[in-house]
C-alpha cells in the first residue's frame, strides 16, 4: 500500500475540492428550485384528481406517479452529488479513532442486526489519535458497511479492525460476502459507476474523495465469492487530544 499523502498534495486536493464544491453548489442551485416546482405541481394534479373512478382519470395518475418517481430519483442524484461535491470541505480536529470507530458500530449493530450481519471488532490499543472530521468519516464509515452489509444478502460477518502501520492509523473493514470481479474494482472508485440498479455510483467515489482529503489513501481487495476487505490509512494527529 502506498502511503497517504504529504502535506502539500493534500493542500493541493483540497483546493481543487474547495473549487469543485463551489461550482456544484452554483449547478445544484440551478437545479433543485426547477425541480422542486415540478414535484409540488405534480402534487397539486394527484390533489385535484382526487378520487379517480374512470380508466383515462387512473391512466393520468399513473402517469403523473411515473414523473413523481422520476423526480424523487433526480432529488437523490442530486443529493449524492451535493454530497461528492463537498466531501473535501472538513472541519477536523484530533480524535480518538477506536472511540470514532466504536461509536458507529453501536449506532449501525442495529440494521446489521436485522440483516443478519454479525459486527466483529478488533480495535489495537496502541492507537495514536488522528486528525478528523467525525461527521464526515461516519460518513466513509456507513457507505463501507453497507456496500458490505449488501454484498451479504443472506447475512454474515462483517469485521472493523483497528491498528498502526509503520506509524500510520489503519482500519480494515471486512467481509465474507459475495465479493467483486477485477472489472468491477477497477471501476469501483470512478464517479457514476454502479453495479447497483438504483445506485448513483457516488458512493465509493465520495468516500475515496474524504479518506484523501484527510490526507489517507483507501485501497480494496476483493475476490468473487470470498469476501472484500477495504483498508484505510490515516496520518496521525499533528497534537495530541
Do not use: W
Not at 483546493?15 to 428550485?33: C, D, T, V, W
Not at 466483529?120 to 468519516?137: K, T, W
Not at 461516519?138 to 444478502?153: C, E, I, S, T, Y
Request: hydrophobic share 40%.
Amino acid at each position: 500500500m502506498s502511503e497517504p499523502f504529504s502535506d502539500d498534495e493534500r493542500q493541493r486536493l483540497l483546493a481543487q475540492y474547495a473549487e469543485i464544491a463551489s461550482l456544484a453548489g452554483g449547478l445544484a442551485h440551478e437545479i433543485k428550485n426547477p425541480l422542486s416546482t415540478i414535484a409540488m405541481n405534480l402534487e397539486l394534479l394527484v390533489e385535484d384528481l382526487g378520487e379517480v373512478e374512470s380508466p383515462r382519470e387512473r391512466r393520468m395518475l399513473s402517469k403523473i406517479e411515473t414523473v413523481q418517481r422520476s423526480c424523487k430519483s433526480l432529488q437523490n442524484i442530486l443529493d449524492d452529488f451535493l454530497q461528492f461535491a463537498r466531501a473535501g470541505e472538513l472541519n477536523s480536529e484530533p480524535e480518538d479513532f477506536n472511540a470514532v470507530v466504536s461509536e458507529f458500530i453501536d449506532y449501525f449493530r442495529p440494521t446489521a442486526e436485522a440483516q443478519k450481519v454479525e459486527i466483529s471488532p478488533h480495535l489495537a490499543a496502541n492507537l495514536v489519535p488522528v486528525q478528523l472530521d467525525r461527521i464526515l468519516f461516519r460518513q466513509v464509515l456507513l457507505n463501507l458497511a453497507l456496500n458490505a452489509q449488501q454484498a451479504m444478502p443472506q447475512g454474515g460477518l462483517l469485521e472493523l479492525q483497528t491498528s498502526l502501520s509503520d506509524g500510520f492509523v489503519r482500519l480494515d473493514l471486512i467481509d465474507n460476502g459475495c465479493g467483486m470481479d477485477e472489472r468491477t474494482m477497477g471501476k469501483m472508485f470512478q464517479v457514476f459507476f454502479s453495479t447497483k440498479h438504483h445506485g448513483s455510483g457516488l458512493g465509493l467515489p465520495t468516500v475515496k474523495k474524504i479518506v484523501e482529503a484527510h490526507g489517507g489513501r483507501i485501497t480494496c481487495q476483493s475476490a468473487v465469492g470470498k469476501g472484500t476487505r477495504f483498508t484505510i490509512l490515516l496520518p496521525a494527529a499533528a497534537q495530541p487530544i
